[in-house]
């Protein structure tokens, strides 16, 4: 999976042509940069780290936002953009042209222990990592391996896979499938081991263990993306159509904690309407376009009504004093 994912040339987030399989929050409309800029003023970042930076869209509407509504706050902090795709951290570094001396680009999170004071961030970061995948049967976690021309094989589960269930002390119901999210934890202890003090802000879709483990989800959440349309033909199109699972917030949280850091979670409803949803609604007032209001309009609908992004996201903040 990781292979199909981000192989340097033929892996589907490395490929230079972006891919047109799904929307983010940061694809709607500016006002998504607006609210996190504002997120951040409150919280004086003056470090913000990117993870997953793409092609620096999110990092645009967020300096720009800053630069507009806290011109001291912009005028202070630096934004680096965490990226693996050698296309993607050039479209970032392009950005940096709009902010000179802002955008540092980085393939690597590369920082030492407690050396952020500030906010890391990432939007749909996560479900983007490689995952085994595990189906408990009589009792016993085995561990879905691929075989000759792509067949499935159930094989006693690896150490890292029994290790990993053992920690979190959850296993799925028997005679389904799970996703075993090694690399978000791992993910999660470097983010804990670099920050000193400020947020850890991660905005995805997913739920916590005993939803994502519950007889609801035999098959579990895997699923291919693949020109706006989901399959689960995991071994078809290798390379061109995105892979993914819902985000196990367990995990990040139980390892957060394990880091010193606090959490909370709540809906991306909630986390718009706590930042920046009235401000939001007063810059409608401020649209003479009719056309440019209805935009805004709908983009707010979008991002905060709960049958929509507003409740498909989930925004994790994890403090750390």
């Not at 951040?40 to 967020?62: M, N």
């Not at 500030?118 to 595990?134: K, Q, T």
């Not at 690896?158 to 499938?177: C, H, I, M, T």
């Not at 916590?208 to 609801?216: H, K």
């Amino acid at each position: 999976m990781e292979l199909a994912l981000y192989h340097p040339e033929l892996g589907y987030y490395c490929k230079a042509a972006r891919q047109d399989d799904y929307y983010t929050n940061a694809d709607v409309h500016a006002v998504f940069g607006d609210i996190l800029a504002r997120f951040l003023a409150a919280h004086g970042a003056e470090t913000i780290v990117e993870l997953g930076a793409g092609e620096g869209k999110l990092c645009r509407l967020i300096l720009k936002a800053l630069q507009t509504d806290f011109p001291e706050i912009h005028k202070k902090c630096s934004y680096v953009c965490v990226e693996k795709s050698p296309a993607r951290r050039q479209a970032c570094a392009e950005a940096g042209k709009d902010f000179p001396g802002k955008i540092t680009v980085k393939e690597n999170f590369d920082f030492g222990p407690g050396s952020i004071n500030g906010v890391i961030l990432s939007n749909e970061f996560f479900d983007a990592l490689p995952f085994h995948r595990a189906y408990l049967e009589l009792g016993a976690v085995k561990e879905v391996q691929i075989g000759k021309d792509f067949e499935e094989i159930l094989a006693p589960a690896s150490k890292e896979v029994r290790e990993y269930f053992d920690w979190l002390n959850v296993f799925p119901q028997e005679g389904a499938y799970a996703e075993v999210q090694i690399a978000c934890r791992d993910w999660m202890g470097k983010i804990g081991r670099a920050m000193k003090k400020g947020v850890v802000l991660s905005i995805d879709y997913g739920f916590e263990t005993r939803e994502l483990f519950s007889e609801a989800r035999p098959l579990g959440t895997a699923l291919c993306h693949f020109k706006h349309s989901t399959n689960r033909e995991y071994y078809e199109r290798i390379g061109d159509q995105d892979i993914t699972a819902h985000v196990n917030f367990s995990v990040l949280m139980k390892e957060g904690e394990k880091q010193g850091l606090k959490p909370t979670l709540m809906s991306q409803s909630r986390f718009i309407l706590n930042n920046g949803f009235e401000e939001a609604v007063k810059k409608l007032e401020n649209v003479a376009d009719p056309r440019a209001r209805l935009r805004l309009s709908s983009a707010i609908k979008s991002l905060v009504h709960p049958e929509s992004m507003g409740g498909a996201f989930k925004v994790l903040l994890q403090k750390m004093a």
